[in-house]
Every structure is written in structure tokens, then in C-alpha cells.
């Protein structure tokens, strides 16, 4: 018995729509994409996070090998004492700490945004 919904495909079979992809950060990033980077402690999370920034801020590639098509600007919450978001904390489960982020991100309009807790 045939299962398959007329007009479907399993996703393996569909086909690849490089013209759709947008890349932020060419073949590591999509523009308008949303993702983690994790590992280990101490596995240079924090520095690939700051590379990415500095990339799309200056449209440099970001490890020397992945080109950044359209560079902008660039918002980071490091938790340093930098004059990017110096809030003492950002709680995402908090309605003012998001309406303030909110704020801030509808005035900049930045290209990236990184919320990197991991700074310390």
C-alpha cells in the first residue's frame, strides 16, 4: 500500500534550492537564521562568536575561509565591560529585559546579533 500523500516526497528527494539560500556567512550562516553554537567548555565557542561578528561587521571571511556576501552591523551581549550592550544581565524570560533587547535591536538594526552568557 502506497502511503505518500499525492505531491509529496520524502525530504531526501527534494531537490536542493541553492538560488533560495541566503547566506549570511557563506555556507555556514544563513541570513535570517537562527542556531546554537555548542560544545565542550573551552572548545573556542566564544572565539568563533566573535569571529562571526567581526566578519559580518567588516565583511572579512569569517575563518579566512567563509566569505560574507553583505556585510552590516553587528549587536553583542558578551558580558564584558564594552560599550555594545552593558546591561548587567539579559533575561530572556524577563518582559522588560525584552522590550529593552527589542529596543535596542529595532534602533540598530543590526546584520547579527550574538547573546553570548558565556563571556565571564
Known sequence: MNTRVPHSRPPHQLPVRAEAQRWLVTDLWLDDGVGLIGGEPKCYKSFL???????????SPCLRQFPVPRHGRVLL???????VITAPTV?????????RLQQTIQQLKPRLLILDPSFV
Do not use: K
Request: proline share 4%; charged share 25%.
Open 77 to 83: 551581549y558578551a558580558e564584558l565591560d564594552l560599550h
Open 49 to 59: 562568536a566573535l569571529d562571526l561578528a567581526v566578519s559580518v561587521a567588516a565583511g
Open 91 to 99: 533575561r530572556l524570560d524577563l518582559p522588560g529585559d525584552c522590550d
